[in-house]
């Protein structure tokens, strides 16, 4: 049994934050009914190459454990269909522009009045209300207005995007969460909700720490690379055959980090006798840093790649490919075996 076995979803989203959220919800057993337009469907079907059965892999990526069904919800029939659906849910999601379903007949005090405990969740761009609401919202648009690409690449280069569609997934990811949190108060109080989720706001969130240096200092944070605002060594170095990853959080790591270097001197020098005063000669740290060299067999030149995993996160940047082929993967059941009902793969 899962926890989610009884719960039906009526899914009017697509592309990708609301199809995350959905395929979340499947994951722990509640039945997706995905409503999709004809003759198409989801856009996100033609989004290829490449494409396995005539169907986008990312479409794949996002849908699994769920049923669809064609409708014209401009249509009588097709009103008439979902309104059925409707009358079964216990969640109904969606990512249209604010105002569209409700001048379908379908917004939040409709749905509401006829079904009082459904979940009603809206994923937008800007949210349902202020100056943006209007305007369509796509993950790279977000990461732009949020400053998440400001802050990503490095300082000689122009912003860049994240290499994956992070702001669509987090906010998916956060109207998991409200569902969820809806549904808890659901039990208590016997009334559903309307959950108001907006790309814009997810990713705001995830700037974290560095909106509060923003606030605290007044001085707006960059591009960095890989380099941390506060932590050193706490990046990415490029080495001989590839690039090695290391992070040194805490005076103890940077004491055995030092030692496994073969720089013992350097962790009782003063100018690194705080995580802070690391960070602030960073410099002068980095000379001593480019000692790192990463060599296939023997990890970094004259140190044992043992030893410096052992004192602090540090492990190759590798591509994705590499992931199929580490026992770690399979042995935290990271990629189950999922068989696709109607191409039997």
Same mark, same amino acid.
Request: charged share 20%; glycine share 10%.
């Given at each position: 049994?899962?926890?989610?076995?009884?719960?039906?979803?009526?899914?009017?989203?697509?592309?990708?934050?609301?199809?995350?959220?959905?395929?979340?919800?499947?994951?722990?057993?509640?039945?997706?009914?995905?409503?999709?337009?004809?003759?198409?469907?989801?856009?996100?079907?033609?989004? #290829?190459?490449?494409?396995?059965? @005539? /169907?986008?892999?990312?479409?794949?990526?996002?849908? &699994?454990? %769920? *049923?669809?069904?064609?409708?014209?919800?401009?249509?009588?029939?097709?009103?008439?269909?979902?309104?059925?659906?409707?009358?079964?849910?216990?969640?109904?999601?969606?990512?249209?522009?604010?105002?569209?379903?409700?001048?379908?007949?379908?917004?939040?005090?409709?749905?509401?009045?006829?079904?009082?405990?459904?979940?009603?969740?809206?994923?937008?761009?800007?949210?349902?209300?202020?100056?943006?609401?209007?305007?369509?919202?796509?993950?790279?648009?977000?990461?732009?207005?949020?400053?998440?690409?400001?802050?990503?690449?490095?300082?000689?280069?122009?912003?860049?995007?994240?290499?994956?569609?992070?702001?669509?997934?987090?906010? #998916?990811?956060?109207?998991?969460? @409200? /569902?969820?949190?809806?549904?808890?108060?659901?039990? &208590?109080? %016997? *009334?559903?909700?309307?959950?108001?989720?907006?790309?814009?706001?997810?990713?705001?969130?995830?700037?974290?720490?560095?909106?509060?240096?923003?606030?605290?200092?007044?001085?707006?944070?960059?591009?960095?690379?890989?380099?941390?605002?506060?932590?050193?060594?706490?990046?990415?170095?490029?080495?001989?055959?590839?690039?090695?990853?290391?992070?040194?959080?805490?005076?103890?790591?940077?004491?055995?980090?030092?030692?496994?270097?073969?720089?013992?001197?350097?962790?009782?020098?003063?100018?690194?006798?705080?995580?802070?005063?690391?960070?602030?000669?960073?410099?002068?740290?980095?000379?001593?840093?480019?000692?790192?060299?990463?060599?296939?067999?023997?990890?970094?030149?004259?140190?044992?790649?043992?030893?410096?995993?052992?004192?602090?996160?540090?492990?190759?940047?590798?591509?994705?490919?590499?992931?199929?082929?580490?026992?770690?993967?399979?042995?935290?059941?990271?990629?189950?075996?999922?068989?696709?009902?109607?191409?039997?793969?």
């Amino acid at each position: 049994m899962r926890p989610l076995d009884d719960l039906f979803v009526v899914d009017l989203s697509r592309i990708l934050s609301g199809p995350i959220c959905s395929m979340m919800l499947a994951d722990m057993g509640a039945q997706i009914i995905k409503v999709e337009p004809p003759p198409h469907g989801d856009d996100s079907r033609l989004w #290829g190459p490449p494409f396995v059965g @005539g /169907i986008s892999t990312y479409f794949h990526s996002i849908n &699994r454990g %769920k *049923k669809s069904v064609g409708l014209n919800l401009k249509s009588d029939a097709g009103k008439r269909i979902l309104w059925e659906l409707i009358d079964r849910a216990d969640v109904l999601l969606e990512n249209f522009r604010p105002g569209v379903l409700a001048s379908l007949g379908f917004g939040y005090e409709a749905v509401s009045a006829r079904n009082p405990r459904v979940i009603y969740c809206s994923i937008s761009g800007f949210g349902q209300t202020g100056p943006y609401r209007d305007r369509p919202g796509y993950d790279v648009v977000a990461q732009g207005e949020a400053g998440l690409m400001d802050l990503t690449g490095y300082p000689d280069q122009p912003p860049a995007k994240v290499g994956t569609s992070i702001s669509d997934i987090v906010t #998916g990811m956060y109207a998991c969460q @409200g /569902i969820l949190l809806a549904l808890l108060t659901r039990y &208590r109080s %016997k *009334k559903g909700q309307f959950i108001d989720i907006s790309l814009l706001d997810s990713t705001l969130s995830m700037l974290t720490y560095q909106s509060l240096m923003y606030l605290t200092t007044g001085k707006a944070p960059g591009r960095m690379g890989t380099r941390h605002p506060s932590i050193v060594p706490y990046e990415c170095f490029e080495v001989g055959d590839g690039f090695v990853n290391i992070g040194v959080t805490n005076q103890k790591q940077w004491t055995a980090f030092c030692r496994v270097l073969g720089l013992p001197d350097l962790a009782t020098d003063s100018r690194f006798a705080t995580t802070a005063l690391i960070s602030r000669n960073d410099a002068t740290a980095s000379v001593f840093l480019s000692r790192i060299a990463w060599n296939p067999r023997d990890g970094p030149a004259d140190v044992s790649a043992g030893a410096v995993a052992a004192t602090c996160p540090a492990l190759r940047v590798r591509v994705l490919r590499a992931h199929r082929e580490r026992r770690q993967a399979a042995g935290t059941a990271a990629e189950p075996a999922l068989a696709h009902p109607r191409l039997h793969r």
